[in-house]
């Protein structure tokens, strides 16, 4: 099929095209096993897929689209309730399981046997034919669906082949979950439309990344993070060839270390499940930490002022806060909603982001963060919590901070930390921020935490803080 041309042209005679765990599949295995899955499933419309960390999960997903399906990620770990809601808004019809698997649900559970092939060839999907229905975290109410066509996988990934030189020759390495774009779309279908092999380590432990010796990894924050505490798991990744980060902002005092250990100044990326990745530092380009580089091949961004409703751009000057829109053809075709797909809300084709961020005139992006959180009115300043969290980060004894605004009577808003740290006060971090910024970014409150509430791909879950 289309979205998936690297597989047939370049790994079908790969002996180890994709390994996740113990399980090793061959490319002419791999798509044997996904046309069974294929001739079992064809005619349905929605297939949800338990999302685990499996062979049997690259197997499903391959083979739901081969049979024309739009594909449901599960997460592995969702409760009753979560579940109920995907796989009744999302109107699936089975779900594909790794053998024995349990998931809460009285639909048909069809497992995933890796012993079965077929040679099977079903009709191509068309362009705009669904290919997948990712739910996003639901911070704003139950989690929403949102309908991305084969089209949109396929221009994002191309894109992103282009700007990161990724190639067959390459080999990515990553053990990010299943059931986002970064480890789904980038980490599986970006492979196989590569064609290049694949390791899934199941979990993204700095050993397992140490030991693939692979040429491309991708990981989030925490992960790079992580790598970074264990110096030789970090040195053993130097033979790499491009190291990418995304899903969060990369705090800039783990860009440093990082290079400092590996020799690689890390690609950092932007991007949301409605609009794929859009933003990105280049293979052969610059890297400026803190900073997710230029607009990728057919994707346009703005930004406009808050109070405008008709979307007047601001001038990109590098300084000023905007709210970050972008256009192009990898947007998302509609949210799933009672039984139907609603609009995306597009304004002349612009995708609101909800993102608040920085564009300078060379068209480098920096993102300030969500404007629900990220973005703190104090004393009529726009303060973006990210700057003050990497000026946190700076000092030796701060090993995770995250700063939202919390109310003030006077202010508005005042900059609140909270800090993982080891013997170190409060007053000491306040005065340690107010030597590096402005004193109006100084944080007015700091809380020393045991950790910070995280989802499963490592994002800091602010809501949860103040």
């Not at 110096?231 to 995304?246: D, I, K, M, N, W």
């Not at 409605?274 to 607009?295: H, K, M, N, Y």
Request: glycine share 12%.
């Amino acid at each position: 099929m289309r979205l998936l041309t690297g597989l047939s042209a370049h790994l079908l005679d790969t002996p180890d095209a994709v390994r996740v765990g113990d399980d090793t599949l061959s490319g002419e295995r791999l798509l044997g096993c996904a046309r069974a899955v294929a001739a079992d499933v064809r005619g349905a419309r929605v297939v949800a897929v338990q999302a685990t960390a499996s062979a049997e999960t690259v197997v499903a997903v391959v083979g739901a689209l081969l049979a024309g399906a739009a594909v449901v990620p599960l997460p592995a770990d969702s409760g009753t309730a979560e579940t109920a809601h995907i796989l009744g808004d999302s109107q699936a019809s089975l779900v594909l399981t790794a053998p024995g698997a349990e998931v809460p649900t009285t639909l048909p559970l069809a497992p995933v046997d890796l012993g079965r092939v077929s040679d099977q060839h079903g009709p191509v999907p068309a362009p705009g034919d669904p290919a997948l229905i990712l739910y996003t975290s639901g911070t704003t109410g139950p989690p929403k669906g949102v309908l991305l066509t084969h089209a949109a996988l396929e221009a994002g990934l191309d894109a992103l082949a282009v700007v990161w030189d990724w190639s067959p020759d390459d080999h990515l390495v990553h053990g990010l979950p299943l059931f986002h774009v970064h480890g789904l779309v980038l980490g599986v279908l970006g492979a196989l439309r590569v064609g290049c092999r694949l390791t899934h380590t199941v979990r993204p432990t700095a050993p397992a990344y140490a030991s693939a010796a692979g040429t491309l990894y991708f990981g989030v924050p925490t992960v790079w993070s992580r790598i970074c505490a264990d110096p030789a798991a970090a040195r053993a990744l130097a033979g790499s060839r491009l190291l990418v980060s995304g899903s969060a902002a990369l705090p800039v005092p783990v860009f440093h270390r990082l290079h400092e250990l590996t020799g690689h100044r890390p690609v950092e990326r932007y991007g949301m499940t409605e609009t794929l990745i859009t933003v990105s530092a280049r293979a052969d380009g610059e890297r400026r930490p803190g900073q997710v580089g230029t607009p990728l091949p057919g994707v346009e961004t703005r930004l406009v002022q808050e109070s405008d409703a008709g979307g007047a751009p601001l001038e990109p000057d590098g300084v000023t806060i905007g709210h970050l829109q972008v256009r192009g053809a990898t947007l998302l075709s509609g949210y799933l909603r009672a039984g139907g797909v609603a609009d995306p809300g597009l304004t002349d084709g612009w995708f609101a982001t909800g993102d608040v961020a920085t564009i300078a005139p060379d068209g480098w992006h920096r993102i300030v963060g969500r404007a629900s959180t990220d973005l703190i009115k104090t004393g009529g300043y726009r303060v973006g919590a990210g700057e003050v969290e990497d000026a946190l980060l700076a000092h030796p004894a701060v090993r995770e901070a995250a700063v939202i605004g919390t109310a003030h009577a006077d202010l508005g808003e005042q900059v609140t930390a909270f800090v993982v740290a080891d013997a170190v006060s409060p007053d000491e971090l306040i005065a340690f921020v107010a030597g590096r910024l402005a004193a109006h970014k100084r944080p007015r409150a700091v809380h020393l935490v045991a950790d910070l509430p995280r989802n499963a791909m490592g994002k800091v879950q602010k809501k949860q803080l103040g």
